[in-house]
Nanobody, 115 residues
Framework: QVQLVESGGGLVEPGGSLRLSCAVSGFTFGNYGMAWCRQTPGKERELVASIDLDGGTTSYKDSVKGRFTISRDNLMNSLYLQMNNLKPEDTAVYYC????????WGQGTQVTVSS
């Protein structure tokens, strides 16, 4: 059974940093490109960052380029998102999943950027 467990969210002031983690089980993690997405109430889930099988290629939404860094540890079956210089518009629930053909979504982790 696929499990995606996100953690690391919280309340942070503008300009602050957070590191999100995603623990994956139920599929061969190293065989899949992975992604972080986020969603705010009333809006569709949007792709924030993606990473290929071995972490050699990454891609980012324009608004987070230079501030967010996606990474993975295939030995630990884990995905990460380092978020720096956070802005209020980054406030959302963040989810991890396969880049293509997503599995059932996890519970996500809430990120709130506010002073």
């Amino acid at each position: 059974q696929v499990q995606l467990v996100e953690s690391g969210g919280g309340l942070v002031e503008p300009g602050g940093s957070l590191r999100l983690s995603c623990a994956v089980s139920g599929f061969t993690f190293g065989n899949y490109g992975m992604a972080w997405c986020r969603q705010t109430p009333g809006k569709e889930r949007e792709l924030v960052a993606s990473i290929d099988l071995d972490g050699g290629t990454t891609s980012y939404k324009d608004s987070v380029k230079g501030r967010f860094t996606i990474s993975r540890d295939n030995l630990m079956n884990s995905l990460y998102l380092q978020m720096n210089n956070l802005k209020p518009e980054d406030t959302a629930v963040y989810y991890c999943n396969k880049r293509f053909g997503p599995s059932n979504w996890g519970q996500g982790t809430q990120v709130t950027v506010s002073s």
